[in-house]
């Protein structure tokens, strides 16, 4: 998201009037002799914010706050994340600065704070999960967020956001969703459970019979006809194509999901630059000439789905391995049996005609 230009200018006038009240107390602190070390490390802070280090200031004022667990010294930690672009921590800091309203600081800056608030929520949105499975870790960015279920929505960073849902024996979830600023995004997670271990090998497969001869049965010499297949047999000839097939249709889902997964944030990098969507009313606008409600249906819809691809990827490939590896091992093919209890026959024997007779069994 870009940076609000008012955001500068308005931190620069918080950082102003702060300055009077860290001078003045600091005055006061090396009248009384208390406080002078939170009001040092005020002040080192300004000074430091001043030259533009930031991350320095920062440090200095945490180490303010540690010393005396001051309002003021929060505020300043929370303007100096907001300069930082640290969005989520400064929004928790000056919330939490806001809540001492005892304080004389903070009620004598509250309505610049107040604004500098309204200028940092631009920056964030909540994201809302729900299903899931109880206990399931969340990373938001890479960064663990909580564990499934969640109490209340995540506030993150708005824009693309990158989900990470992941719990023992299941497979992980993962998607880039786009939170609106100063909005809600819903988001529904579906585990899905890891097939069950293989059972165990080593069971040895009965043994048909073997079939009466010719000879057992009396007469003359005649081929011996193939009994029809069992339908164990059948079934497996049917498994193996049937799990390569599926397991090539998740793979391509899987292809299909990244594809799109890509193609959504170069279409929502393309909507970011040109339009913007309003967080208190929901409508698009952006620049002249753009069609950004074509944009935005376009991510939608790459976003759609992908999220259909990653889904049905691994149900695929879960189902794919099943048929492959985890049924029960088939039997052998009554041909090959029968090769094993019957060799190979061939003989051949005039008969009344002249001729000459012959018959082979398998």
Known sequence: ???????????????????LGV??????????????????????????????????ALAEFHRAYDLKKGARARAQMALAEQALGRWIDAEAH???ALQRTGDPWIARNRTLLDQALGEIRQHIGSLELSGGTPGAEVRINGRVAGKMPLDRP??????SVSLEVRAAGYLPVVRTINVPANGLAREPIALVAVSAAAPGAGAVPE?????????????????????????????SQIKRPLGIGLGIAGIGALGVGVGFHLLRQSRASDFNRDCMINAMTGAISGTPGV????????VQQARNVAIGGYVAAPILLGVAAYVLFFSSPAEPAPADHRAASHPLQFACAPCATSAITCAATF
Not at 33 to 56: H, I, N
Not at 154 to 159: I, M, T
Not at 207 to 235: L, Q, V
Not at 291 to 298: A, E, K, M, N, T
């Open 207 to 235: 043994m048909e019979p073997p079939s009466p001869t010719s000879a057992d049965r009396g007469g003359a010499t005649a081929p011996a006809f193939a009994e029809p297949a069992n339908s164990d047999h059948g079934a």
């Open 154 to 159: 995540l506030r993150v960073e708005a824009g």
């Open 291 to 298: 069609d950004c409600q074509s944009r935005y249906d376009g």
């Open 1 to 19: 998201m870009k940076t609000n230009a008012a955001t500068g200018a308005l931190a620069a006038i918080v950082l102003a009037a702060a300055m």
């Open 94 to 96: 000056l919330a939490e």
């Open 23 to 56: 001078v003045a107390s600091a005055r006061a602190a090396d009248v009384g002799g208390g406080g002078g070390d939170e009001e040092a490390a005020l002040r080192r802070g300004f000074e430091l914010r001043e030259k533009g280090s930031d991350e320095a």
